[in-house]
């Protein structure tokens, strides 16, 4: 999990900002500072799946590269896009599988809101993305790690008292995605605004 | 005395603001940009708007270049990239033109092209002299008001 970074017990969210527009990533980087993530931001889909180790280079130091624990990417961009982007990520191994995606574009495009939210994406951002979105996103990620965290503790706990073989209770350090959740808090209050 | 002069200032600069607000040229994402400035990062707003200036006349020698080579396609993937940086700021008449124009090209109506061509580059160049005008008052303000201010590069 991301290491906390301030006082109080609350974890640092580490976010992946992937935009081609140098005044996007600008404002997206100020936004989630400003929101107390810590923040990476890289200007293509190629370049982020460079930095998550996706890129074919190293496969097998996958669990060992950066902890991410939200990728926030631009639908139209040169080259690949947020979509592919997208697709990429969820046809990797389970650990980035499990890290949200969020799309962010400037077009309210039914079709290409469907098509992202079926692919897996976590929520659809109209641009240009406010504090707030920021905000609620940052409170849903959180809340996923807590559950995770409260999960993960309870079946320490249950381990220790069967004394079985600590190697079958300890699951890889999976980041929060329960899908009847995502797909329900944020999608329902983005379609509702659409 | 000084601290009255930082009031005047202030006041001019609210106009300003509420005049480019109440026409259009400025919506409420040009206040959420003002939002992410703070001692932390305290020119937050001239540095993304001074990206956004050199981005922006870039783009349009490009699209001028372009319509002479009937380029529409090409026209359209500039439109966009115009499109979302100005939304991004808040510049909602520069963001409209946009809209026009890349209609215009999608209809591969050279006319319209034109015309659209014509009103985005009036539509920025109001914008940046609008902007400069506040940057200037803002900076009059901070120098009478006492404060240390980093001066603006001097954009052409």
């Given at each position: 999990m991301a290491i906390a970074g301030s006082p109080s017990a609350a974890p640092q969210l580490h976010v992946l900002?992937?935009?081609?527009?140098?005044?996007?990533?600008?404002?997206?980087?100020?936004?989630?500072?400003?929101?107390?993530?810590?923040?990476?931001?890289?200007?293509?889909?190629?370049?982020a799946l460079q930095?998550?180790?996706?890129?074919?280079?190293?496969?097998?130091?996958?669990?060992?590269?950066?902890?991410?624990?939200?990728?926030?990417t631009d639908y139209s961009m040169p080259g690949m896009t947020g979509?592919?982007?997208?697709?990429?990520?969820?046809?990797?191994?389970?650990?980035?599988?499990?890290?949200?995606?969020?799309?962010?574009?400037?077009?309210?495009?039914?079709?290409?809101?469907?098509r992202c939210l079926e692919e897996g994406a976590e929520d659809f951002l109209l641009k240009p993305v406010k504090l707030a979105d920021v905000r609620r996103l940052k409170d849903f990620i959180v809340k996923g790690k807590v559950k995770e965290g409260e999960k993960r503790s309870h079946k320490r706990i249950r381990s220790i008292d069967c004394s079985s073989p600590l190697s079958a209770t300890c699951s890889p350090m999976s980041l929060p995605c329960d899908p009847s959740t995502s797909l329900l808090s944020p999608l329902s209050a983005k379609k509702a605004r659409l | 005395m000084l601290g009255f002069g930082a009031d005047l200032l202030w006041a001019d600069m609210n106009r300003l603001l509420a005049f480019l607000f109440h026409q259009g040229v400025l919506d409420e994402q040009f206040l959420q940009l003002q939002q992410l400035q703070d001692e932390a990062s305290p020119n937050f707003v001239s540095e993304v708007l001074n990206i956004y200036f050199h981005e922006s006349?870039?783009?349009?020698?490009?699209?001028?270049?372009?319509l002479m080579e009937r380029d529409y396609k090409k026209m359209g993937v500039h439109l966009n990239q115009f499109m979302g940086?100005?939304?991004?700021?808040?510049?909602?008449?520069?963001?409209?033109?946009?809209?026009?124009?890349?209609?215009?090209?999608?209809?591969?109506?050279?006319?319209?092209?034109?015309?659209?061509?014509?009103?985005?580059?009036?539509?920025?160049?109001?914008?940046?002299n609008k902007l400069h005008q506040l940057f200037q008052i803002e900076q009059?303000?901070?120098?009478?008001?006492?404060?240390?201010y980093p001066v603006q590069n001097q954009n052409q």
């Open positions: 900002a992937v935009d081609d527009s140098l005044v996007d990533r600008k404002v997206i980087e100020r936004l989630l500072k400003i929101s107390s993530c810590k923040v990476t931001v890289v200007e293509s889909g190629t370049r930095y998550l180790g996706l890129d074919g280079e190293n496969d097998a130091l996958g669990f060992d590269s950066v902890k991410v624990n939200l990728i926030m979509y592919e982007l997208l697709k990429k990520i969820k046809q990797e191994s389970s650990v980035f599988r499990e890290i949200p995606v969020v799309i962010m574009s400037s077009e309210n495009v039914l079709t290409r809101i469907d | 006349e870039k783009l349009l020698t490009n699209l001028r270049g372009l940086s100005s939304s991004s700021i808040g510049a909602k008449r520069v963001t409209n033109v946009c809209v026009a124009f890349r209609a215009a090209t999608l209809q591969t109506n050279r006319a319209g092209c034109l015309r659209a061509l014509e009103m985005l580059e009036h539509e920025y160049c109001y914008l940046k009059q303000r901070a120098l009478v008001a006492g404060v240390r």
